[in-house]
């Protein structure tokens, strides 16, 4: 069955860093682009930072450029967000997403907690 699973969220006070962790199983991974969306509370779950199959490109919303750094480790499965400089307004719900157009699947993970506040 196709799963991912994230790891690493937490408290943090404003200024601090975390690194989210995304472990996937039951697909191949490589084959996949991976996206973290996050969802702040009462809003809508928005992509912030997205990479391609084979790490070669990556993309991020304006507001998380800079501070944030998605990477992956095909061999491990694996997909991390460093995010340094956490604000407040960081604080959400945040996904791993994998999607592969060529057999039409999405896969989701079941969301980690980050709040940023002093």
């Known amino acids: 069955q196709e799963k991912l699973v994230e790891s690493g969220g937490g408290l943090v006070q404003p200024g601090e860093s975390l690194r989210l962790s995304c472990e996937a199983s039951?697909?191949?991974?490589?084959?996949?682009?991976v996206s973290w969306y996050r969802q702040p509370p009462g809003k809508e779950r928005e992509m912030i930072a997205g990479?391609?199959?084979?790490?070669?490109?990556?993309n991020y919303k304006d507001d998380v450029k800079g501070r944030f750094t998605i990477s992956r480790d095909n061999a491990q499965n694996m997909v991390f967000l460093q995010m340094n400089n956490l604000k407040p307004e960081d604080t959400a719900v945040y996904y791993c997403?994998?999607?592969?157009?060529?057999?039409?699947?999405?896969?989701w993970g079941q969301g980690t907690l980050v709040a940023v506040s002093s």
């Open positions: 039951g697909f191949t991974f490589s084959r996949y682009r």
């Open positions: 990479i391609i199959s084979d790490g070669g490109r990556t």
């Open positions: 997403n994998a999607v592969s157009w060529v057999v039409n699947q999405e896969v």
